[in-house]
């Protein structure tokens, strides 16, 4: 069965460092979403990309986020310059249609030291 | 979109049906209700959705009041991984697909 995947699955950085989280959609889907949880917390949506330009963003989303899908299968989150408060567990998720079920990867871990 | 309420904890004995209640007395006519769940901080899974009619898959049914102000999630035969965490979510067909999560039910089944 087609799966998203996501790595790393852990990644360590230091604050004002830049990290870029990377995921492999399902190779059919059409539409990306980035979400985020912080330990203990609900999911948070972040963004949601299609055709090539984020359709919509949360207020989490600021200047220092960024989504990419330069190659027409990987799917990338930049976070320019890591706060403490972007520790947390980052999920991908991948649908073929907006109104249909939204398949998930298993999160990265990441910790701002 | 449309608030959800939830419980935040129930149990269920093994082998027994696993009945999750979700409240969304503000639902419009054009939103779905989605269900989907988290496995010790696994990605969320998605279970089942519906709009008005009663729905049921492999893992699950769905049942939507009349007048669309609640529902359940019904586990027929719930297993130990089952546990996890519910998540019950109204989304309008209309926007971009995100989906916006609340605090779930946390599903403890007991042998």
């Known amino acids: 069965e087609p799966e998203v995947t996501q790595t790393p699955s852990h990644q360590v950085t230091q604050m004002g460092q830049e990290v870029i989280l990377r995921c492999v959609p399902i190779?059919?889907?059409?539409?990306f979403y980035w979400y985020r949880q912080i330990l203990g917390q609900k999911v948070e949506f972040l963004v949601s990309?299609?055709?090539?330009?984020?359709?919509?963003k949360s207020e989490i989303f600021d200047d220092q986020f960024s989504v990419e899908r330069p190659d027409g299968s990987n799917f990338t989150l930049k976070i320019r310059s890591t706060k403490l408060e972007d520790s947390a567990m980052y999920f991908c998720?991948?649908?073929?249609?907006?109104?249909?079920?939204?398949?998930f990867g298993p999160g990265t871990r990441l910790t701002v030291t | 979109d449309a608030k959800t309420t939830q419980p935040p904890s129930m149990d269920c004995a093994e082998g027994r049906a696993a009945n999750l209640p979700c409240n969304h007395s503000?639902?419009?006519?054009?939103?779905?209700v989605y269900w989907y769940r988290q496995i010790h901080s696994q990605g969320p899974q998605y279970i089942i959705h519906?709009?008005?009619n009663n729905e049921t898959n492999e893992m699950a049914s769905l049942i939507i009041t009349e007048d669309r102000k609640s529902s359940t999630l019904i586990l027929p035969h719930a297993t130990l991984r089952d546990t996890a965490v519910y998540y019950c979510i109204v989304r309008p067909s209309s926007n971009t697909g995100k989906l916006i999560f609340g605090q779930g039910t946390t599903l403890q089944v007991k042998p």
């Open positions: 503000t639902i419009s006519g054009n939103e779905y």
């Open positions: 190779s059919n889907h059409l539409y």
């Open positions: 998720a991948s649908t073929v249609d907006r109104e249909n079920e939204q398949y």
């Open positions: 519906g709009l008005k």
């Open positions: 990309f299609y055709n090539n330009e984020i359709s919509e």
